[in-house]
């Protein structure tokens, strides 16, 4: 159709004194970016296919490549940049919508960024971790009004059931079909290794995994795959989706193509059919109807599971997690709006939703202010980047993390943001037996763990220098938290004060 | 012993090992100086490539009952008291009885035309190159039954 | 300056307290004066205060309310709603002595009142029991009367504090005049306070008074917590904090004190191992259930109330605090000095583990 | 007299195999070794390369020089044995000295075969090739004026030949069969070997014979009359069963014994060129003069001499011979149903009896020929593999994952 105007965003840098023609850019590249010419004798490069998965770079056993930003600009202009009207020209060769992936890109605020954390001075220790019991473990679930106890003083009163961590920090849903089993089966090992828990994600539960149930959130989304009594009670909790902080509003779409075999017996869906997820629920039009989803989950699983409603960030996100809390759940997940996906339209991706950091405050808040927080255990997620994250996350009032984007990057992602491609070059984003095979779920796993492992330790560290030693009294102890940069109006809703206040 | 195996699930077949392996024993301390002479140096493993993206690398199995050293005919092959087997091209003629003897196809004949082969390069006990530069644990140098 | 309530002034201090386990009213007021005296260097004049037990042996099932008033018309405006809301049964000028170190005391009285809850509709809540309804009083009085503040309501107990070093305070206070069972004594030393006099510690709430030295790290999530139960963290120290833990869990979920030490100074996960299964369950629970309780960073508290003492460390022991015993009287002090200063032959002194709780109940007849 | 708990008559692949096979089971027991030939052991294939100026003496050694030190292995090189007296378990020496022993192993090998040519016993410069002692000879002789006429076509014949070739003026090979290296190509494999060594100069005299041999000329069958310098006699050889037969072993095409390398005499074991063992490729007993197989019968005789029951079965010939640059590969049996691929200039015949592969012949530059090799060894059924892409590249990957996996993922 006429010229096209999209011209290459990367150029391909090889360096010919390094390059040894071993071709293996050329086998690891999905893209089909290189290949070898036998006139030249010389590696080529066609640039327009590279999404700068930067796999050949890594694999290049000489050095030899680096993938870098084409410098062809268009004319500047500070209202249209190029980025804008690229997708103009993109949407009209396509007449389609704008897809993407991973985490909103854009550039917004990052109030975890404008946050910092205090330590003690004289007047109160630091505890140091390596000396003294430096305690992470939480419990997720509702919590009794009081504690009754019988004459001899033992506990009478019984606990809603509850998930128990050795960390605050969960993997969060990511469904299989979305990323490949092998990355299902790291994410399920080192949750299990570590005393936390991972999550299914709306794709269902393949049964080889069902061994890790205990370490295992198992997802119930509006496409309901998977869905039946032994998933439901093969997890450790079970989550309702009602949201996604990457798209808001919006359901999801796996192409046929994503459906194989094993994916289609574990989502129960015939093999090669799309995978529509609907934006509603079509049996929750409202809160009520919410309630009679969470207790008939319970109904299901007799009590023995706690329920996770997970919401996108919206702009009233206080009102609706208190609606929530008073609809039995035992558990609120919160997915701010930089949270992952495998595809998302980038419009939907990148203007809705709002930054995780304000509406956990929020909710906090206004859960304590109308007495019902002990009704609900906060989780979120959302672009949750490091340890300091987490401990921010939990002062301001949150009971633990869920990180996606994090781990996925542990295990190689390099967030070229093209998922919904399926030509993941990682093994991750992808069905495609010769790439999933790539991503070694040993090698994930160990992966996987350390990085929990590292965050822990900084946590702890992090704590020490606070002068706590057990992560329950960080939990919304803003009094740890300073602002820097921020305006009144953001101060007041993070409820914390200035540096220097 | 410690020999090295292959877990063929994981071999993506990127063919890094023959290049790893072939610079491990060139001689040369940097991999580019090693392919860029006129004959490059030739790897001793072999990764097969079949149809549906089956992939493995085939290497010495420094076999317990080894026919390639049985039927040397110069004793140029010989079995060291931990099991690796070795080859001295100082007495290697270059027949290649070797060669026919071998179940897995693990010797090649080098540019000189002696026979070359994997002797596992441990020493100060690093893991054989193939296996250091794996990308995916395809594979790997431990103990087996 | 801001002042408490304004803001949150760090601060390190000594504590004592005596206690007979008979509950005999044989402890003079000097005694705990002379305790604390001797701790002259924890303290840097911003602050002393003590309280007693059993002293209003006549007015004993009163409530005793201590109120300092900035004014005439605070003093007027709080006694008119006492009025509405309780029968004064008797009141007065708590008698004081011209201390020269003390200086700009406010207006000290004390009323002995009994709480009438029919007429307490008319203010918004209705309360459920007496204590509740005291409860709310001092809360409203506090909060809304400007330049009237209750700092001691128990019943047969007084709290007495003042800006100064705690023997100033003492002799002010004419303690020597006082006989009670059991004392508890503070000195403060702020980092940077405007001193106020309602500032100074013990912190009282109905017959629980709390001396405290530490700072805690766990302040901010114990108080939003705690603030979820109509508790008004209006001075945002530790003290008052920690007593409105303490009354929230003895008081409104009835836990005893024993139960009390192993939520706010809980064991470590790694000590669970090595208990009996029923324990560790018991204490897992309360871990779970209140988990914003605990409280971290450094403090060794003394809780008094009717019935006795509690002596609690935070659980690493970040703050010194030792016991000792002679006969039926228990003494407890940040230093053994405090102690050895008013009782030379103990029959034993030790320092506590951290959150290992001391508790004296007293033994009375018929009790 | 001296006793021995082990004595090895022959110091070639099966003797070395013997030792080897001895040692392993007894680190201490006695052994001696016995050899015709003065030398320490050398491989005997390697005279050619010998003459050929391909290889020093030195490495021409077969084990290294503290082998027999190394071994506790007394010997007695240049000394022949005269006599086996097989119930009094004693050997008679040529230097009179008698030696008692308790297993005794015979690997005596082969001695070539001189057919009766007239005047070949008074002929001048003639030799065998099977020797070093041969090979010396011919070596002093040998000068770019000299002519060069080889009689005997075979493995032997042509390994003389490949080496004297470029040394020498001409060079005339005659052989009564109508092509060359009879034994393991066929008559089209034959003649393109024999147009290769044509090209590098050699002069082929097929369905041809020397009626006689008078005063350095022969006189050929077909008339023709060859003047020479060196003459070479490699018909063949046969397995040297002369002692044995003095000593009444059971001999047929070689010294009989069963899997154990036992002969019929209790206590005396024979291994190598002079037995005759089991051909698995062609089903039949026959007398192989290779020497993989000769040293994995000494060893394996060794192992049951030193009491380790140990049984050698998997035998079949297999041949790796160097031409002037071309390279040909051969194993088993080629009497099969042959199916041949051709590439380019090579040349690849597979002979099948059934499913099963029973030998092979491979002409070219080749790589891991051993795969096929090991498919007659394990006498692999080929209907459960990808024969035809086997046939193309030796590979594994013809093989299901569960084969690839004993094969790569399990211990040897």
């Known amino acids: ?501 | 012993m410690k020999r090295i195996y292959v877990n063929e699930e994981w071999c993506l077949g990127c063919h890094l090992c023959e290049y790893e392996c072939a610079f491990a024993n060139s001689g040369e301390t940097n991999i580019v100086k090693a392919f860029k002479r006129d004959l490059k140096p030739i790897p001793r493993l072999h990764v097969e490539d079949a149809e549906n993206g089956i992939h493995f690398a085939v290497s010495c199995r420094q076999c317990e009952v080894p026919y390639c050293v049985l039927g040397c005919i110069t004793g140029a092959l010989s079995r060291d008291e931990q099991g690796v087997i070795h080859i001295d091209d100082n007495k290697c003629i270059g027949c290649r009885t070797c060669m026919l003897m071998c179940p897995y196809g693990a010797l090649t004949i080098n540019h000189n035309k002696t026979v070359t082969k994997c002797e596992l390069c441990t020493d100060n006990n690093q893991e054989p190159a193939c296996v250091q530069n794996c990308p995916n644990n395809a594979i790997v140098f431990e103990e087996r039954e | ?367 | ?412």
């Open chain 1, 1 to 501: 159709m006429g010229i096209d105007l999209l011209y290459p965003k990367y150029e391909v840098v090889r360096n010919f004194d390094r390059c040894i023609t071993c071709r293996v850019c050329e086998r690891q590249c999905a893209n089909e970016v290189h290949s070898y010419d036998p006139e030249l004798k010389k590696m080529v490069a066609d640039e327009s296919k590279c999404v700068d998965c930067q796999r050949c770079v890594a694999l290049c056993p000489t050095r030899a490549l680096k993938i870098v930003e084409t410098d062809n600009t268009f004319k500047k202009n500070a209202n249209w940049k190029q980025q804008t009207i690229e997708e103009v020209y993109r949407q009209a060769g396509s007449g389609g919508v704008l897809l993407s992936s991973m985490g909103n890109p854009q550039e917004y605020p990052v109030y975890w960024d404008k946050m910092l954390i205090n330590a003690s001075q004289v007047t109160n220790p630091s505890i140091d971790p390596l000396r003294e019991p430096m305690e992470t473990k939480v419990f997720l679930g509702k919590k009794p009004k009081t504690i009754e106890l019988d004459e001899a003083g033992n506990v009478k009163t019984a606990l809603e059931p509850q998930i128990e961590l050795e960390l605050p920090i969960m993997f969060s849903a990511m469904s299989y079909g979305s990323i490949s089993e092998n990355a299902h089966k790291a994410l399920a090992r080192a949750a299990t290794k570590m005393g936390t828990c991972y999550n299914t994600g709306e794709g269902g539960l393949n049964k080889e995994l069902y061994q890790y149930g205990e370490h295992t959130i198992v997802q119930v989304a509006s496409g309901r795959f998977g869905v039946h009594p032994d998933y439901l009670m093969a997890g450790q909790a079970i989550e309702i989706k009602m949201g996604q902080g990457a798209k808001p509003g919006i359901g999801g779409h796996l192409p046929g193509r994503k459906i194989g075999e094993k994916v289609s017996q574990t989502r129960m869906i015939p093999q090669g059919s799309d995978a529509i997820s609907p934006a509603p629920h079509h049996d929750i039009y409202s809160i009520e109807d919410l309630r009679q989803l969470i207790f008939s989950l319970k109904e299901a699983t007799n009590y023995t599971k706690p329920v996770i409603v997970k919401i996108a960030a919206v702009h009233n996100v206080a009102a609706i997690a208190s609606g929530i809390a008073r609809s039995g759940a035992d558990i609120i997940a919160i997915d701010g709006f930089r949270g992952g996906t495998g595809a998302a339209p980038t419009r939907i991706r990148d203007n809705v939703g709002i930054p995780i950091e304000l509406a956990l405050a929020a909710v906090d808040q206004r859960l304590r202010e109308e007495k019902i927080r002990n009704d609900i255990s906060i989780v979120v997620g959302g672009s949750i980047r490091s340890a300091s994250d987490v401990v921010k996350a939990i002062a301001l009032g949150a009971d633990a993390c869920y990180i996606g984007t994090a781990a996925l990057l542990a295990i190689g992602c390099h967030l070229c943001r093209k998922c919904q491609t399926g030509k993941c070059n990682w093994g991750i984003a992808t069905q495609r037996e010769d790439l999933v095979k790539r991503l070694n779920p040993d090698i994930a796993t160990k992966r996987l763990e350390n990085l929990l492992t590292a965050w822990n330790h900084e946590i702890q560290e992090m704590m020490g220098g606070m002068g706590i030693n057990s992560i329950e009294a960080l939990k919304g102890n803003r009094l740890m938290l300073r602002g820097i940069g921020l305006s009144e109006k953001e101060l007041e809703i993070l409820q914390i004060k200035h540096a220097g206040e």
């Open chain 4, 1 to 412: 007299m001296m006793k021995k708990k082990y004595v090895i008559i022959g110091n070639s692949a099966a003797g070395i195999g013997g030792v080897t096979g001895i040692r392993k089971e007894d680190k201490t027991g006695s052994i001696l070794l016995i050899s015709q030939e003065k030398y320490h052991t050398y491989s005997r294939p390697l005279i050619s390369y010998w003459l050929q100026g391909k290889v020093t003496r030195e490495n021409m050694s077969y084990r290294d020089d503290h082998f027999y030190e190394d071994n506790q292995c007394e010997t007695r090189l240049g000394v022949a044995v005269t006599n086996i007296d097989a119930d009094q378990k004693q050997l008679t020496l040529d230097n009179g000295e008698t030696v008692e022993y308790e297993k005794l192993l015979i690997s005596t090998g082969s001695v070539p075969f001189v057919p009766p040519i007239k005047g070949q016993k008074e002929a001048q410069n003639c030799f065998t090739f099977t020797t070093m002692k041969a090979a010396e000879g011919i070596k002093e002789l040998l000068n770019e004026q000299s002519r060069v006429v080889i009689l005997g076509a075979g493995l032997i014949g042509l390994k003389a030949a490949e080496a004297m070739i470029n040394q020498c003026k001409s060079l005339h090979v005659i052989d009564l069969a109508d092509k060359i290296l009879p034994s393991i190509l066929d008559s089209e494999t034959a003649q393109y070997v024999k147009a290769h060594l044509e090209e590098k100069g050699m002069v082929f005299h097929l369905k041809t014979q020397i009626d006689k041999i008078e005063d350095q000329k022969t006189f050929l069958s077909d008339g023709a009359i060859l003047d020479y310098d060196i003459l070479v006699l490699a018909v063949g050889t046969r397995p040297a069963t002369s002692l044995a037969e003095k000593a009444e072993l059971k001999t047929a095409r070689g010294i009989v014994t069963d899997t154990q390398q036992l002969t019929s005499q209790a206590d005396i074991y024979a291994a190598g060129d002079c037995t005759m063992s089991y051909d698995m490729s062609a089903e039949m007993d026959k007398n192989m003069a290779i020497l993989p197989n000769a040293y994995m019968q000494g060893e394996v005789a060794g192992l049951n001499m030193a009491g380790k029951a140990t049984i050698f079965e998997k035998a079949f010939p297999i041949n790796s011979l160097g031409l002037l640059g071309m390279h040909i590969f051969t194993a088993g049996d080629l009497n099969g149903e042959c199916k041949s691929v051709t590439d380019g200039e090579d040349i690849k015949k597979f002979y099948f009896k059934g499913n099963y592969l029973k030998g092979f012949v491979l002409i070219g530059d080749f790589v891991r020929p051993g795969i096929y090799a090991n498919l007659i060894r394990q006498q692999t059924d080929c209907s459960t593999i990808d024969m035809e892409t086997m046939m193309k590249t030796p590979q594994l990957a013809a093989f299901n994952h569960n084969e690839r996996f004993k094969k790569l993922s399990v211990a040897h």
């Open chain 3, 1 to 367: 300056m801001l002042r408490e309530g304004e803001i949150r002034i760090p601060s390190g201090c000594a504590i004592s307290g005596i206690i007979d386990r008979k509950g005999r009213r044989c402890l003079n007021g000097q005694k705990i004066v002379d305790s604390i005296a001797i701790m002259h260097d924890r303290s840097n004049g911003l602050g002393g205060g003590f309280a007693g037990y059993g002293i209003y042996p006549e007015f004993a099932d009163l409530y005793a309310f201590h109120i300092f008033y900035d004014s005439m018309e605070a003093k007027e405006a709080c006694e008119r709603y006492l009025d509405r809301y309780f029968e004064v049964v008797s009141y007065g000028i708590i008698p004081t002595k011209n201390v020269e170190s003390i200086q700009d005391a406010p207006m000290i009285m004390r009323y002995f009142v009994n709480p009438l809850l029919t007429k307490a509709k008319s203010i918004g809540k209705v309360p459920i029991n007496e204590e509740t309804f005291v409860v709310q009083t001092v809360f409203y009085i506090n909060s809304n009367i400007d330049g009237a503040y209750i700092f001691s309501n128990g019943k047969n107990m007084g709290i007495f504090k003042a800006v100064g070093f705690p023997e100033d305070v003492g002799e002010f206070y004419r303690l020597n005049e006082y006989d009670g069972y059991s004392w508890t004594a503070h000195g403060r030393y702020p980092t940077n306070t405007p001193g106020w006099w309602g500032g100074a510690h013990p912190f009282g709430l109905l017959d629980y008074s709390i001396v405290h030295n530490g700072e805690i790290s766990s302040y901010d999530a114990n108080r939003r917590y705690i603030e979820m139960f109509d508790y008004k963290c209006t001075l945002l120290t530790d003290t008052e904090a920690i007593t409105y833990i303490i009354d929230f869990l003895n008081r409104k979920n009835n836990l005893p004190f024993e139960d009390i030490a192993k939520i706010i100074a809980a064991p470590f996960w790694n000590e669970l191992e090595h208990m009996d299964p029923t324990e560790a369950k018991k204490i897992k629970t309360f871990r779970n259930a209140f988990s914003s309780l605990l409280i971290t960073g450094p403090f060794s508290i003394i809780c008094g109330f009717t019935d006795g003492i509690m002596a609690l460390n935070d659980r690493l022991k970040l703050r010194s605090m030792v016991v000792g015993e002679k006969d039926d009287i228990v003494y407890l002090a940040s230093e053994e000095a405090a102690i050895r200063a008013v009782c030379q032959d103990l029959d034993y002194i030790r320092a506590p583990k951290g959150g290992e709780p001391i508790i004296v109940r007293v033994e009375r007849e018929g009790k």
